[in-house]
């Protein structure tokens, strides 16, 4: 009993500022989401297909913040104070890079990838709008995922939840008034979340320049350490690749459903977004609490971390699930004045809070394995689970069973991932000793 008191105590001085921390976050998307909703259905529509053009390029690059999160962790269970702020100044480095990078070639392309998951010209003019602003925020969105990352790491939550709710009150006050007030439009709604983002940035980067220096860690880019970061990262993008695909051909198969569902569409994974943002608190401690055990090379606390954090997965996905539940009904009125997405969203709302509680151990079970550096694993079974979702919402479209069937498929997707990843953590393949394990 004093053990598992101890490792609660672990998990719940983790995943509670987490938590705060990781809701924040796609409150931007839902401010956005309820903004914009009300201006209109085709607005709407054209949010949901900029959000999956960049949630797709920013989710490929969520290996800046689980790697170094694993990585900074092993550092400092090892003692090794120094080399874990080394690591973390390097993944700034390479996130404001990659930012750059991409960010130029999202604005370059913007016009074709807005067309390709619109339902509708009109559809698709607003996306781009929406999309060309957001482009110049991707170097801040990327460094913020490095920075929280290493913060994890270090186990310092509170910074990264004070910098996300000061960022998301900001992105509220700034999108309302460039909206409504000045008559932006979606441009305006994309205009408040950029510099919403680049305050959250340049404060993260402020803070953990300062730590390093008192770590001894240099500053400057070291080119072979960013390299290697990169290189770890590999495995980790193929596995976002495969959940950011899944993503796409769902609201590909909605926007082939018409406008309607389209609009339905993204205010739906906007509140799974939130959800699955919510239980990742867990996974987060899974990441930290794991590298931690494994860097000091206790694989006994490890094992009796990952049980008991499944066991919180599990309650906090019926939890959710629950609450969504008693929900579904009225939360739609607060997205958009459409009777016709109203009508489409509590079904479909209904079977998404049937899933949480097998979402809830998905998300530990991944969050352990990342914390392990399992990243070959990881992608392995990505592209498993990958292979098994296809079919499942291509029927969908092929059959036109409707927009509540697009949810049911996801619960087949979050199945199978359940299945790939507890197989994983029945074994011991995973359970590697000592501060030296990368993502691969």
Do not use: K
Not at 26 to 42: E, K, N, S, Y
Not at 167 to 173: D, E, L, Q, S, T
Not at 286 to 298: E, F, H, I, K, S
Not at 303 to 312: D, I, N, Q, Y
């Amino acid at each position: 009993m004093r053990l598992r008191a101890d490792v609660d105590r672990q998990i719940l001085a983790v995943a509670v500022p987490a938590f705060f921390a990781l809701v924040t976050e796609p409150l931007m998307l839902l401010a956005d989401t309820a903004i914009i909703g009300h201006l209109g259905t085709p607005e709407l529509a054209g949010l949901a297909a900029a959000a999956v053009v960049l949630g797709t390029v920013v989710g490929l690059c969520v290996f800046l913040a689980y790697g170094s999160t694993a990585a900074v962790a092993r550092h400092h269970g090892a003692g090794e104070v120094s080399a874990a702020y080394g690591l973390a100044i390097s993944s700034l480095w390479l996130a404001a890079g990659l930012g750059a990078v991409l960010g130029i070639g999202l604005a370059a392309t913007s016009g074709p990838l807005s067309a390709a998951v619109s339902s509708s010209q009109a559809v698709a003019d607003l996306a781009q709008q929406y999309l060309l602003v957001s482009t110049l925020g991707l170097p801040a969105v990327l460094v913020v995922l490095a920075a929280t990352g290493a913060m994890r790491g270090s186990l310092d939550l509170r910074t990264p939840l004070v910098v996300t709710v000061v960022a998301n009150v900001v992105n509220v006050v700034l999108n309302v008034g460039l909206v409504y007030g000045l008559d932006w439009g979606v441009r305006g709604a994309a205009t408040g979340t950029v510099l919403a983002q680049w305050l959250a940035a340049a404060w993260l980067v402020a803070v953990i320049v300062r730590r390093s220096r008192r770590a001894a860690a240099p500053l400057a880019p070291r080119v072979g350490e960013i390299l290697d970061a990169a290189r770890q990262g590999v495995p980790l993008i193929v596995r976002t690749l495969t959940l950011r695909v899944s993503i796409v051909l769902a609201t590909l198969v909605a926007a082939d459903l018409g406008d309607v569902p389209l609009a339905a569409h993204q205010i739906a994974a906007a509140l799974v977004g939130f959800l699955a943002f919510g239980l990742d608190a867990i996974a987060i401690a899974g990441q930290t609490l794991t590298g931690r055990a494994l860097g000091a090379g206790d694989a006994g606390l490890t094992r009796a971390l990952t049980r008991r954090m499944m066991a919180w997965g599990v309650a906090t996905g019926f939890l959710a699930g629950f609450v969504l539940a008693v929900c579904a009904p009225w939360l739609p009125h607060l997205f958009t004045s459409d009777v016709e997405v109203r009508n489409a969203l509590v079904p479909a709302l209904l079977v998404v809070a049937a899933i949480q509680p097998l979402s809830g151990l998905v998300f530990v079970l991944d969050g352990v394995l990342i914390g392990a550096g399992d990243g070959v694993y990881l992608a392995v079974a990505g592209l498993i689970v990958l292979a098994a979702y296809t079919p499942l919402v291509l029927l969908v479209a092929w059959t036109g069973a409707g927009f509540t069937w697009l949810w049911v498929a996801y619960g087949g997707f979050i199945a199978a991932r359940l299945a790939t990843l507890w197989h994983r953590e029945r074994g011991d393949a995973w359970l590697v000793l000592g501060p030296g394990r990368s993502a691969d």
